[in-house]
């Protein structure tokens, strides 16, 4: 029972429990602990501009010359955006169908805005006016108004350009591209010691929740958990699991030689401290080596499946909680919104809350301060979407190899079936493959 205290995932169950207690025995005072929760968000979101420049551009950077990998290149964007339309639609389809939110019926006007004020303000900037004006507003004024503003997109777009001009450069870029990287690993450290006060943060959260409107609103989040954990699995196992067929190799097999990796993932809510092993993995098991260093570190950033869904399912449960009347035209909106603001969001736990209030703001009548909501069962839907987003980057590799022809079959089907050792050496990665 101590060890299980001292954990992360402990302390934020024994929080969880504690802020459901706050607000059955003393609602006045568990509504006064909703700072923790605007506190917790606003420092996460504070490190996520420059985090995620970071990881895109040592995703680009990382892998190699433009020209000889463009084909690669071409055939990953592809495979990322049709796979993240159909978990965004997936997400949207089961939130419409199943209506988690119905019944909480939330004042947004009882919801303190004053933590997500600034970023709502350039949210709500981007997506006013219309398309043209939507993305003349991607350009940030400058380059450093885009990371004082936090503006996600802004950062996402000059990460792109900035990525691709080191790899233009080529070794004269590389001491750049090593920099950036170690300054990755340093806002890494960061996050860990910000994610430490994920229990403060989920204790005001569900304190606020429960005294504010009763214990009955547990029933809709724990729904909301629920049909996310659920829209995963059928991702994972049902459009994955066709994904592996076609490859001609199985998802199972995979999941099982990888079965280390998730355990750490599932640990931590993180894919990150996994990236060298797993790309080991798929190397020794048959994948180019080009095509593991490319789709891998790129998928981290554009290839978000249980990330996408989340957005959608969370954004119209906000919607449902806080009887908000959303058209057809309305989710079509939040679904293109969404195959733009998904990009870029990283699977550290915290960048769902700032790209989620960004995807908000493309409905202006969906109160984007709903997503306080959200926050109280954030750190549990961040487990799923973690593993989630690693399966689909794995699965995503061995499908893309095998679409250029850069997987050996035969070695993958003796690796994933044992025939083969399955402990190949991660360090011979070298630095530039991972952290």
């Not at 089961?94 to 709502?120: E, H, I, R, T």
């Not at 973690?386 to 699965?395: F, K, W």
């Amino acid at each position: 029972m101590f060890r299980f205290a001292r954990s992360l995932f402990g302390q934020v169950v024994i929080a969880l429990v504690l802020g459901v207690a706050a607000g059955l025995l003393a609602p006045e005072f568990a509504i006064k602990l909703k700072p923790l929760g605007d506190g917790f968000i606003k420092l996460i979101k504070m490190i996520i501009p420059v985090l995620v420049f970071c990881v895109v551009v040592h995703g680009i950077a990382g892998a190699g010359d433009l020209k000889r990998v463009g084909r690669v290149g071409v055939k990953a964007l592809v495979y990322f955006e049709v796979l993240t339309t159909v978990a965004l639609a997936l997400g949207l389809l089961l939130a419409w169908w199943f209506q988690p939110g119905v019944g909480m019926n939330v004042d947004p006007k009882a919801l303190d805005a004053s933590a997500m004020s600034a970023y709502a303000s350039n949210a709500d900037k981007l997506t006013s006016g219309g398309t043209v004006d939507f993305l003349l507003k991607l350009i940030p004024t400058t380059v450093v108004s885009a990371f004082a503003t936090g503006d996600v997109l802004q950062v996402l777009l000059f990460a792109v350009l900035f990525g691709c001009a080191l790899t233009l450069l080529g070794d004269t870029g590389q001491p750049v591209a090593q920099l950036v990287d170690t300054l990755s690993l340093v806002l890494f450290k960061i996050m860990g010691i910000l994610i430490k006060l994920a229990p403060l943060g989920v204790l005001g959260a569900i304190a606020f929740t429960v005294g504010r409107y009763g214990v009955g609103s547990l029933k809709q989040l724990g729904m909301l958990v629920a049909l996310f954990y659920g829209a995963v699995l059928f991702f994972v196992f049902v459009v994955l699991g066709l994904v592996m067929r076609l490859s001609g190799l199985s998802l199972w097999k995979l999941l099982r030689y990888l079965r280390e990796e998730l355990a750490v993932v599932f640990a931590t809510t993180s894919s990150d401290s996994v990236l060298p092993q797993v790309m080991a993995k798929l190397r020794h098991m048959g994948v180019r080596d080009s095509t593991v260093g490319l789709v891998i570190p790129t998928g981290y950033s554009f290839n978000l499946d249980a990330f996408s869904i989340y957005i959608t399912l969370a954004a119209v449960f906000i919607a449902q909680a806080t009887n908000t009347p959303v058209s057809t035209a309305d989710l079509l909106t939040i679904l293109a919104i969404a195959l733009v603001t998904s990009k870029g969001a990283h699977g550290v736990p915290g960048s769902a809350i700032v790209v989620l209030a960004a995807t908000l703001h493309a409905i202006p009548a969906i109160p984007a301060i709903g997503l306080v909501l959200v926050l109280s069962v954030d750190w549990f839907m961040g487990i799923a979407r973690a593993l989630g987003n690693l399966i689909g980057n794995c699965v995503a590799t061995v499908a893309i190899a095998a679409w250029e022809g850069d997987i050996d079959r035969e070695r993958a089907r003796r690796v994933l079936d044992g025939d083969l050792p399955a402990m190949p050496d991660a360090a011979a990665l070298g630095h530039a493959d991972g952290r």
